[in-house]
């Protein structure tokens, strides 16, 4: 019963939860009545189980009434005012909890699956159908709210409270009704239900139908009731699908306690084959009050997961306190790249975390590699193949195909812009970034460009390509970019890197150990004896080694991204070699056919 307090979104969603037994008993740490009065619950707080402590004291009004103020039951249980309790406790009073909300973010908190939102319009109704049919065929506890809207619609004359939280109890379909489409409901209140067709008292139902669906005089006026899915549709605004798997675990990594400061890259590695998953960045709950007595606002964020080489498989964009990739993956290594724009919105304020985890069958390991890779450029490589598969090239220019993403799409909450050259010369593109208004943007993820920067140039190497990403910092922010690609002879920069080019490769013409040994080389050991070189070329690299010492030395050198183009060294690596005392010798490079990963070697003693 709910009760005087508005939390009907609340109660709806552990209502339906309640055939869920067990779940229900693993919120409490006390399985009995505890001696001290003291209750712990257990709750799903911004990706992280919490034990909530509680006393036992319950609202209640007065002599007259002789109730309790808020939910309650009929039978005397107390778990029901014990998670109310603690659900209040965590939004900072009792008033707060009851100011209104969607079951959505209850079941998250209760739960440690994502919940998913569908809105009821016109045109969406065999969706929404099919989100009701399956998710009742695999068990999903739903809810459903009705519309606010008074005006229009004849709510509260059929029966309904607009505005309102129900639980979705069954959905069916009546064969025996020309294949009738019911959906069951309850009302946390415990009363007030449906007068239309198909309510408790329809001449639709016949005696042996009412037999079938449990229907009894004794549940009339209880909360629950059936109605038509057309009338559904007409009276209901959204509904809820948490989409709960009881043998489901969740592991979690959590990147920025302390703030974001920059994106986030997690390693992913599965071992097993055709594992459902569901990734997800929790913000922190915007109604959840913080040690501070304060409340955290969400912004755009997003999550992307790539394969093993950074290109781009699915991925999530918006304000919504918990983003989730569903899917299905193989056994390999994945990536998640993450990120909110925090620092960008409230510059000067304090910044908050984020967490990230996996809900799957299988355990999935997830690993923060941050601090270990270029994260500028694993986005790149993600945003790359992003626009090559989902972006039509919009101009061609000087040989040069440009790709732009559109202003908040569903899978990046910034605009990117690729300039890939398929000439063998360089160009550069000259960018020209006007807001509309006040200046409400920022480069993003680029530490070579400042924020306060509105105007750059930028290199597209021969063959190559570049990426300018820019971050709004809102959804109302308004700009246009303008750019201008030059050929490599274009400008005098062009020209210079033209001559540059020149350069090297007259100095590239010459023998192995003319390019290589001109360089400045680097000690391997402590006496100095053996010196390292590298020339980088257009072809790969050449990299020397000379030994300055007395003696002959057992060497080994390992490559990563790249293969020797050496035939004597092809396919061996590492490659074990001598080297004699007081020589040189030179090792010719080239990267590895689709290779996204950092390029190194490493001489060793063998």
């Known amino acids: 019963m709910q009760g005087s307090l508005g939390d009907c979104y609340f109660l709806s969603a552990i209502g339906s939860l309640c055939r869920f037994t067990n779940l229900i008993e693993k919120l409490f740490y006390f399985k009995e009545k505890s001696k001290e009065n003291c209750y712990g619950v257990y ?28 939910s309650s039951t009929t039978n005397n249980e107390l778990w029901v005012m014990l998670l109310e309790k603690a659900w209040a406790k ?50 999903y506890i739903m809810t459903a709210g009705t519309s606010g809207d008074t005006t229009n619609l004849d709510t509260e004359e059929v029966g309904l409270s607009p505005g309102h939280a ?8 009546v064969k025996e009704k020309r294949n009738e489409k019911l959906v069951k409901l309850r009302n946390p209140w415990g009363s007030g239900e449906w007068n239309g067709d198909w309510c408790d008292t329809s001449s639709l139902w ?26 559904f549709c007409k009276y209901y605004a959204q509904i809820g ?21 920059k994106p986030f890259i997690v390693k992913v590695t599965n071992k097993y084959n055709n594992v459902h998953c569901y990734f997800s960045l929790y913000q922190k709950n915007p109604r959840i009050i913080l040690k501070d007595g304060t409340y955290q606002e969400n912004v755009y964020a997003y999550l992307v997961l790539c394969d093993e080489n950074f290109n781009f498989i699915q991925s999530i964009c918006g304000t919504d306190m918990h983003l989730c990739v569903n899917i299905g993956i193989d056994k390999g290594t994945y990536y998640l790249i993450s990120d909110i724009n925090y620092r960008y919105v409230n510059i000067n304020k304090k910044v908050h975390g984020y967490n ?21 450029e694993c986005l790149d490589k993600c945003i790359y193949s992003y626009c090559k598969s989902k972006i039509t090239p919009t101009k061609q220019n000087n040989g040069v195909n440009v790709y732009m993403s559109k202003t908040y799409n569903t899978d990046f909450p910034f605009v990117s812009c690729l300039f890939e050259n398929t000439k063998s010369n360089d160009a550069s593109v000259d960018f020209n970034i006007k807001p509309r208004g006040t200046k409400s943007f920022c480069f993003y993820a680029d530490d070579k460009i400042s924020e306060d920067d509105v105007q750059c140039t930028k290199t597209i ?21 303008n ?19 020149n350069n090297n490769r007259k100095r590239e013409s010459g023998t192995k150990e003319d390019i290589v040994f001109q360089e400045e080389g680097e000690e391997l050991d402590e006496d100095g004896t053996l010196i390292q070189y590298l020339r980088e070329t257009n072809s790969g690299y050449v990299v020397g080694l000379e030994n300055r010492g007395r003696r002959r030395e057992k060497m080994k050198l390992t490559l990563e991204g790249l293969e020797f183009k050496n035939s004597e060294y092809r396919g061996k690596n590492p490659a074990t070699f001598i080297i004699e005392a007081k020589s040189k010798m030179t090792f010719e490079l080239g990267l590895k056919k689709r290779y996204y990963g950092d390029i190194t070697f490493e001489f060793d003693f063998a």
């Open 206 to 231: 016949t005696e042996s139908l009412k037999k079938k669906y449990g229907l009894t005089e004794k549940a009339i006026d209880d909360g629950d009731f059936f109605m038509a899915f057309e009338d």
């Open 461 to 481: 190497p021969a063959n190559g390509y570049c990426i300018i990403k820019v971050m709004q910092y809102s959804i109302n922010s308004l700009f246009t970019i």
């Open 166 to 173: 129900y639980t979705i109890r069954d959905v069916v379909i």
């Open 356 to 376: 990230v985890t996996c809900y799957a069958a299988k355990e999935i390991q997830l690993e923060n590699v941050t601090d270990n890779v270029n994260i500028n």
């Open 483 to 501: 750019y201008n690609i030059a050929a490599s002879n274009a400008s005098s920069n062009d020209k210079k890197r033209t001559d540059d080019n």
């Open 90 to 139: 965590i939004n900072g009073c009792y008033a707060k909890a009851g100011s209104g909300g969607t079951p959505n973010e209850v079941f998250e908190v209760i739960t440690e699956a994502w919940s998913q939102r569908l809105l009821v319009k016109k045109g969406n109704h065999d969706e929404i159908w099919e989100a009701l049919y399956k998710g009742n065929e695999k068990g």
């Open 43 to 70: 709750l799903f707080i911004n990706g992280i189980w919490e034990l909530i402590l509680i006393d036992d004291y319950m609202p209640y009004l007065g002599s007259y009434f002789k109730n309790f103020a808020f």
């Open 241 to 261: 699908i948490c989409k709960l798997h009881e043998d489901f675990t969740t592991t979690i990594c959590r990147p920025h306690s302390k703030g974001a400061k």
